[in-house]
């Protein structure tokens, strides 16, 4: 039985260590997203089932190590990738909501239209809301004065006046639009929005599109973001992720309460769709909802100005 431990410690801990690495160095080479993305629960997983085999087996070192591991590594998952027992009362500032709508939405439309209507954002930014923006609710909830603003893969929603829309990027799956939105009420000033939607395929290397992004933003003329939002396919604060926008960030860590991961909605194990803000945007709540629609949660901020 002691042998049987012993192999299963070694395999667990060899699975923690490339989790280890993972953090430590992202997604920075093709090889090394791969371990960015093992999941922590999986890891805990692991760690739990050794636990209980050391302690049948009585290899007392061995549990004890394992233990202080499977202990560092629910503090991480419970503090550092998520915010658990965090509680932020306020709900004051600019509702920003996001929503990747990767299902087949013509058939949950209306629901994933009443949805939206009862969360109620300022801003509602939607990536493949093709149906749900057609919905007769929707047209009545923003009202008729105000229209849907289509860029791209992407649907604006909202009752504030939109001063541009221009389209950045759209080539080889990589698509990031500018809203520019009159927020001068709120927010002292227009706020410049970017929504993006990168490619998901598990063989894309992310630093290689993120490299790109770069390439072509810094071939044309834009108005730096205030606010990027959208799914990115990428870990939070990754190195692709601070390689396109290395000087914004991430609401969750200013903001974050409970599970901070979005995908698959119904167990997130990812944390793959953002929302990045630039130093003068202040994140008073950020959370992550499970619509029970499709396979993205739902991205929920409240943000103001830094005074």
């Known amino acids: ?26 997604d920075r080479w093709g090889w090394s997203q791969w371990l960015a993305w093992i999941p922590t629960p999986v890891v805990l997983v692991f760690l739990i089932t050794t636990l209980f085999f050391t302690f049948v087996s009585k290899c007392k ?23 658990l027992f965090a509680d932020t009362t306020s709900q004051q500032g600019l509702k920003i909501v996001g929503w990747t709508m990767s299902h087949p939405k013509e058939a949950v439309s209306k629901e994933s239209a009443d949805l939206l209507i009862k969360l109620n954002g300022d801003i509602t930014l939607l990536t493949h809301g093709w149906h749900v923006r057609g919905e007769n609710s929707i047209k009545e909830w923003i009202g008729e004065n105000n229209k849907r603003v289509i860029s791209g893969p992407f649907t604006l929603l909202t009752k504030l006046k ?37 490619p998901s395929s598990l063989s894309t290397i992310r630093m290689n599109t993120a490299s790109k992004v770069r ?12 606010v ?16 396109m926008f290395p000087t914004l960030i991430e609401a969750s860590e200013i903001g974050g309460k409970g599970l901070i991961a979005s ?44 005074k």
């Open 1 to 26: 039985m002691k042998w049987v431990s012993i192999a299963i410690s070694i395999f667990t801990l060899t699975i923690t260590g490339l989790w280890l690495i993972g953090n430590l160095i992202s």
């Open 61 to 83: 070192k061995l549990s004890a190590f394992v233990t202080v591991i499977f202990v560092t590594s629910l503090l991480w998952f419970g503090f550092k990738e998520n915010k």
């Open 162 to 198: 939109v001063i541009e829309v221009r389209t950045l990027i759209a080539s080889d799956g990589v698509y990031i639009s500018m809203f520019t939105i009159d927020t001068t009420e709120q927010l002292e000033k227009p706020l410049v929005l970017w929504a993006i939607d990168l």
């Open 215 to 226: 390439r072509i933003l810094s071939s044309i003329e834009y108005k730096q973001p205030d």
């Open 228 to 243: 990027v939002l959208g799914d990115f396919n990428m870990t939070r604060n990754s190195y692709a992720i601070k390689t």
């Open 263 to 306: 995908y698959p909605a119904n167990f997130s194990l990812y944390h793959i769709d953002h929302i990045l803000l630039n130093k003068a945007i202040n994140c008073s709540s950020y959370e992550l909802i499970n619509p029970d629609i499709g396979r993205h949660r739902v991205q929920i901020a409240l943000i103001d100005s830094k």
